[in-house]
């Protein structure tokens, strides 16, 4: 069996380069382990609601990311959320406060101390950072202050990362922000001379704003798979082994309890990093350990359903909840305020989210202990008086999201020094080029394009 191009991993990654390779005309051929596409987007519709089991948004934050939603218009549409989006929460002493959205709220809120408040006018006058193994902990302490690290950038990491600012790495994790500092100077400064700046007609489509799709983001996957063409896809291709040749690859699998041997010209991997020593093991030790090491946080997903809604006022995109507050629930998210169609008129949709790097303990708990943890949470936090879901779903993450820390750029360094020395060989997937899904879609895209 031949073929000019093999991608491994059938998630948004894998997808967005075979839909793209596709409209090209190539020869290719998407191996996945698991008996479907999409790895970890899944939607699903039970009891009136419509949830996922995976990612439950996206930003619009990339060009790609809105040519790809135009290509493929004919077969899904993009849904943008609401405005009630633009307002968050962070919980602050047991009670939910609005972030900040102008200087006159953030003067007058509550989550930041009078001192930083002050701190922040002199942000623009300090000097910039020279340790490019800064954490981001370290960098808004120092910039900003300590309130901002914990009411504003720790909760915000937790809904991004389920991570730790004390090891994540903002020359890796957050690219933007530690150029807004190199490049400019200034947190503030930077953004309000970048805001100035103009912008050409496929800059401004990356429009930051939160989109899901109609009908749920399994639409998305499924308009790519049937766009790129079902026949170029084989599922269930277990013990994925690449080997290289002279001047091509052979791709070894097991299919239905047979060995496949298949020939390509170029492999392109689009998975997770702890899948590449099995996947690669040409490659020597030493050098696959610095990119197999990633960490990922290992996260608890649980989605609620109420047909009928008597707790708080949902009127906002969710609310975070600092490590500092000591909460067993890292966040909600209140999906049916935003988007459409997600739970009957009168009812509500939430996830909420647990476990991540700094409580990953929690991931080993039983379903019941997770089930009355979220019971006396929700109960607190939504202001209820008695805990009855009409939908109630645990959802594990295993690998869900990669830590970016001191580590990444020896593992970026390694990934170009494999990629060299096997011509031909792309390593992709989340361990590079960011973890949201217009990160996604743009390695994609780009992965089509880099033997051109």
């Given amino acids: 069996m031949q073929t000019d191009i093999i991608i491994i991993g059938a998630g948004l990654t894998g997808l967005t380069a075979a839909f793209y390779l596709k409209k090209k005309g190539e020869n290719f051929l998407v191996l996945e382990k698991s008996a479907t596409y999409g790895g970890a987007i899944k939607t699903e519709r039970e009891n009136g609601f419509l949830f996922e089991k995976g990612p439950n948004t996206g930003v619009v934050g990339t060009p790609e990311t809105a040519e790809l939603f135009e290509d493929l218009a004919d077969r899904v549409k993009i849904e943008i959320a609401g405005d009630e989006v633009n307002k968050r929460y962070i919980l602050k002493n047991g009670k939910w406060e609005a972030l900040p959205a102008g200087l006159w709220e953030g003067i007058k809120t509550p989550l930041f101390t009078f001192k930083d408040k002050l701190r922040l006018l002199g942000e623009p006058f300090r000097k910039k950072g020279n340790n490019p193994h800064e954490t981001l902990a370290e960098m808004v302490k120092r910039r900003m202050g300590e309130s901002f690290l914990n009411y504003a950038i720790d909760p915000f990491i937790l809904g991004v990362y389920s991570g730790d600012p004390a090891y994540l790495v903002p020359k890796y994790a957050l690219p933007k922000l530690y ?28 429009t930051r704003k939160v989109f899901s799709v109609e009908g749920g983001l399994a639409n998305l996957s499924k308009a790519l798979y049937e766009s790129a063409g079902t026949e170029n896809f084989l599922f269930n291709a277990e013990k994925i082994q690449v080997q290289p040749q002279d001047d091509f690859f052979t791709v070894k699998i097991i299919h239905n309890g047979k060995p496949i041997s298949i020939q390509a010209k170029k492999v392109i991997t689009a998975t997770g ?34 047909k009928h809604w008597e707790g708080m006022p949902l009127t906002g995109f969710g609310g975070l909840i600092p490590h500092i507050e000591n909460r067993d629930v890292l966040g909600y998210l209140f999906l049916s305020t935003f988007l459409k169609n997600r739970a009957p008129e009168k009812g509500a949709l939430l996830t909420l989210f647990m ?19 979220v019971e006396n949470e929700t109960l607190d936090l939504m202001k209820f008086t008695k805990f009855k879901p009409d939908l109630f779903k645990i959802i594990r993450h295993k690998q869900a999201i990669p830590q970016y820390g001191a580590d990444s750029g020896e593992r970026f360094k390694a990934v170009e020094e494999i990629q060299n020395s096997y011509k031909g060989l792309i390593l992709g997937g989340n361990l590079k080029d960011g973890i949201g899904m217009a990160d996604r879609i743009k390695q994609g895209k780009f992965l089509s394009e880099i033997f051109e």
């Fill in 273 to 306: 990093a702890y899948a590449l020593p099995e996947i690669l093991p040409f490659v020597p030790k030493e050098q696959m350990q610095k990119i197999s090491s990633l960490k990922y946080a290992r996260v608890i997903e649980v989605v609620l359903g109420f």
């Fill in 355 to 373: 476990g991540g790097v700094r409580k990953d303990y929690i991931n080993d708990y039983s379903d019941d202990k997770i089930k009355k943890i």
């Fill in 179 to 206: 150029n807004l500092e190199q490049d400019y100077g200034s947190f503030i400064g930077g953004a309000i001379k970048k805001g100035f700046a103009k912008k050409n007609e496929r800059e401004k489509k990356a």
